[in-house]
């Protein structure tokens, strides 16, 4: 089945302590996304990539990192996380970057800094 | 600047009637357009899609929605509202080719017995 899937789907953790967020997709997509989901505000692009090795800046890309070294993968770090990067979490990815490309999306992960 | 407008954050309908749910959108050149569905704690499921062709767009689960470019406008409609429609929606726009998504403010949409 064609999907995109994230680990961990819940997490709570604590301020500054280093977590990684898993994202995988099994479509041979070259591009993918992260954002996060606030309530009021949609959808936020926090970082994407449009190809391996390639990522570039979202909207909201402070205090997140990503690395793309397998077309497959692309995770999403949190060096040192704050109450304030408490959200849902969605990982998107489609065929290419076009204009007319359609992301698809993960289940979510929702995170809980204290 | 690209931007969506949602026009109504909650839309309470009954079951069996239309649904319409309201977007405005504003962009420099011709944008791609999409409808997203969100269930409870489900990820986001795209339900139909504009890029240009026909301005009369048919999804799934029965909704359509027409682009209409003298009005900024991509309303999402379906005749006969179904218990399970009830989710949150998101229009959406496509900005370029860097893949990134506008999003609305997302519309809740509550179906009553």
């Known amino acids: 089945e064609a999907q995109v899937t994230q680990n961990p789907r819940y997490l709570i953790t604590v301020t500054g302590k280093k977590l990684t967020v898993t994202c995988s997709q099994n479509?041979?997509?070259?591009?993918m996304s992260w954002y996060r989901q606030d309530p009021g505000l949609g959808l936020r692009q926090i970082y994407y990539s449009m190809n391996v090795e390639v990522t570039d800046k979202g909207d909201v890309p402070e205090g997140y990192k990503v690395s793309r070294k397998e077309k497959r993968n692309f995770p999403l770090i949190l060096e040192s996380p704050s109450p304030n990067q408490t959200s849902l979490y969605f990982c998107?990815?489609?065929?290419?970057?076009?204009?007319?490309?359609?992301?698809?999306f993960g289940p979510g992960t929702r995170l809980t800094v204290l | 600047a690209q931007s969506v407008t949602q026009l109504d954050s909650h839309v309470s309908v009954s079951e069996g009637t239309p649904v319409l749910l309201r977007c405005n959108y504003s962009s420099s050149y011709s944008p791609s357009l999409f409808w997203y569905v969100q269930h409870p704690n489900k990820g986001l499921q795209l339900l139909l899609k504009?890029?240009?062709?026909?301005?009369l767009v048919k999804g799934i689960n029965g909704f359509e929605a027409e682009f209409k470019k003298s009005e900024t406008s991509f309303h999402l409609t379906k005749p006969s509202a179904h218990m399970s429609d009830a989710a949150e929606y998101f229009c959406?726009?496509?900005?370029?080719?860097?893949?990134?998504?506008?999003f609305g403010q997302g519309t809740t949409l509550q179906v009553k017995p």
């Open positions: 479509m041979n997509h070259e591009y």
């Open positions: 959406v726009v496509s900005l370029g080719n860097t893949g990134k998504l506008i």
């Open positions: 998107a990815s489609s065929l290419g970057g076009g204009i007319s490309d359609t992301q698809y």
């Open positions: 504009y890029t240009s062709a026909a301005t």
